[in-house]
């Protein structure tokens, strides 16, 4: 199980890691075989379940597996209603199992619901994967979930020699999933000091002495020990709409800005979406690419539309999120000079 919208990222691991992939849901990807490559090395898996059963919601069949407890997730808060009839009923098939509303060590029986009314009920192999991470050590309350931060990563074409780039790096989880994916110069910004401090303290597991890094078995890959190159990382305070970078000196970047709602204020996202979009397109080299997640899809388009033939969209995914749908746009920088 990954999160939804993001199923793409975990098809690829899936596949890199030798194992076959049959059917594909809402966050959902069904695989055959060995789970345990996925288990360590996968980072936008979040969990590991044994299908004993999946069909309509409200078609739970009367014979399952038992199980002494059955902890029910519901991801879709719209869909509260038809989850809570489908647990009840998993419940009842499980042999009159207890609900717990949250598991206290990885749950035995699970139930979910997924947006189109689907259940799935199965034995939890593993749960709450992405939670596993040794770089986490510095949460806010901002921090993006780290199998999301992976598929930006990902997103963003991780390649040798890269500089990277997160001018909204917050506590840091996105740098962290991109040196998770090799080696690179890393640079993170944010307008908060406490932020910066949180990215240190993030990115200090992997860094020893400025030079090569090193959390081995880090659930989620560790960083790569390629001789080609060290990990080197830059943190700042600055302004992301008047980044301290010169013009092409990035490769890459990834960034989950202010959404408006939670953090920041939408009024506050007219102007700082597009400043800021702009300078990263500034500081982006020709071919390099930038991907951003954000729940303010009208500003972000505008701010695209803002950057004329200087940026080109390679994608847009809605994505899901902690009970919000944000979009997953993936951008690149063409040859062309900002208008
Ligand atoms: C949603 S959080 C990013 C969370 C981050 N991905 C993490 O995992 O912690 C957005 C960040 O943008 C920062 N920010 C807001 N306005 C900014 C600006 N003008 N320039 C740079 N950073 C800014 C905030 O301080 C906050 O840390």
Redesign the pocket.
Request: proline share 7%; aromatic share 4%; net charge negative.
């Given at each position: 199980m990954t999160l939804p919208g993001i199923e793409s990222f975990l098809i690829g691991e899936c596949r890199a890691f030798g194992v076959p992939v049959g059917t594909v849901w809402d966050g959902w990807v069904v695989a055959a075989g060995d789970p345990e490559p996925l288990l360590s090395r996968a980072g936008t898996l979040r969990a590991i379940v044994d299908v004993a059963w999946t069909g309509p919601a409200d078609a739970v069949p009367a014979r399952l597996p038992t199980a002494e407890r059955l902890w029910c997730e519901n991801q879709w808060i719209n869909e509260g209603r038809r989850a809570s009839a489908a647990f009840a009923a998993a419940s009842c098939a499980a042999g009159g199992a207890e609900i717990v509303a949250a598991p206290d060590g990885p749950p035995a029986m699970v139930c979910i619901v997924d947006r189109s009314g689907r259940a799935l009920i199965g034995r939890a192999v593993a749960w709450g994967l992405e939670r596993r991470r040794p770089y986490r050590v510095a949460?806010?309350a901002?921090?993006?979930n780290p199998a999301m931060?992976r598929a930006m990563a990902m997103a963003s074409r991780a390649r040798a020699g890269d500089v990277f780039l997160?001018?909204?790096?917050?506590?840091?989880?996105?740098l962290a999933e991109r040196a998770l994916l090799g080696p690179c110069r890393l640079v993170g910004?944010?307008?908060?000091a406490?932020?910066v401090d949180?990215?240190g303290r993030?990115l200090s597991g992997f860094v020893l002495d400025g030079s090569r890094a090193g959390r081995a078995g880090t659930a989620g890959g560790a960083v790569g020990d390629d001789a080609s190159g060290a990990l080197q990382v830059e943190l700042r305070v600055?302004?992301?709409?008047a980044l301290p970078l010169p013009e092409g000196s990035v490769t890459a970047a990834a960034?989950?800005?202010?959404?408006g709602h939670?953090?920041?204020r939408a009024a506050?996202n007219a102007d700082?979406y597009p400043?800021?979009l702009r300078e990263v397109v500034r500081a982006l080299r020709p071919r390099g690419r930038v991907v951003v997640?954000t729940g303010d899809r009208r500003h972000l388009r505008r701010a695209v539309q803002a950057c004329g033939s200087a940026l080109r969209q390679r994608s847009e995914a809605r994505v899901w999120l902690g009970g919000l749908e944000p979009i997953l746009g993936v951008y690149d920088r063409t040859e062309a000079a900002l208008p």
């Open positions: 949460l806010m901002r921090s993006l931060a997160d001018p909204f790096c917050g506590s840091g989880t996105v910004l944010d307008i908060e406490g932020a949180a990215a993030t600055a302004d992301a709409r960034t989950n800005p202010p959404f939670r953090m920041g506050d700082l400043r800021a997640l």
